[in-house]
């Protein structure tokens, strides 16, 4: 099931994927423009999101429902003009 700008841990994730199966891995993504004034690359930008990820604690809908954090999995994206750059935690 697909989620997306709702409460989480202390913030607002970008989106979830909740599985259906208990099972299956749960994914959080969290979506970044890459901003000179505030990162040195599309790398910096990636920590950030997973940084957000991680001092937010938006898997804190997962864990609430029973989903252990090694079923769950953290993206963060960065994006420059066409340029994305993916990372995971």
């Known amino acids: 099931m697909l989620t997306s700008n709702r409460e989480s841990g202390f913030g607002r994730y970008d989106a979830m994927l909740e599985p259906l199966r208990p099972e299956d891995d749960g994914i959080i993504l969290e979506f970044k423009v890459f901003r000179p004034q505030k990162e040195k690359s599309l790398e910096d930008t990636v920590e950030a999101?997973?940084?957000?990820?991680?001092?937010?604690?938006?898997?804190a809908a997962l864990t609430a429902k029973g989903f252990r954090g090694e079923r769950i999995r953290k993206y963060g994206f960065a994006f420059q003009d066409k340029h994305v750059m993916i990372g995971s935690a």
Do not use: P
């Not at 999101?49 to 898997?59: G, V």
């Open 49 to 59: 999101a997973l940084k957000q990820i991680e001092e937010k604690q938006y898997e």
